[in-house]
């Protein structure tokens, strides 16, 4: 579903960006930063808050640092499109820790997953959960070689 794009003021967007890249910053020091005052920077956290822009503030966690040091995207395809079919799957895809990202896309491919693994073997035991849970008619896995980029700031 498409949301309507908020309005945004520049100070909007660089308390967007400050906090994009170090949700632990005091209002104290994101107000001073950006030459805010701070019951002027907690209002607009709070709308950005209310309308739905700052969804949530979370850590960051290396996967290599956890013990999970492969990346694998599998693209799904099923020859069942139903809304109960989508229900199942998007049900027990998104039971599974592993599943990271969960994509319904157009084209090729009906399904594209982002799956965080130790290795073939627990990748394999993915695979195995995910078709029994649901009749799917192809499943193809890329395994991740090398991440040259990962960012999780939305360009503003």
Known sequence: MIKEAKKLDNNDRNILKALQRDA???????????????????RRIKRMEADGIIARRVAIVEPEAVGFGMTVFVAVRTNDHSDKWLEKFAKAASAVEEVVELYRMAGEVDYLLKLLVRDVADYDRVYKKLIKAVPLSDVSASFAMERIKYE???PL
């Open 152 to 154: 999780t700031a939305v």
């Open 24 to 42: 632990s910053l005091s209002l104290e020091s994101l107000a001073a930063q950006l030459s805010l005052s701070t019951n002027a920077c907690w």
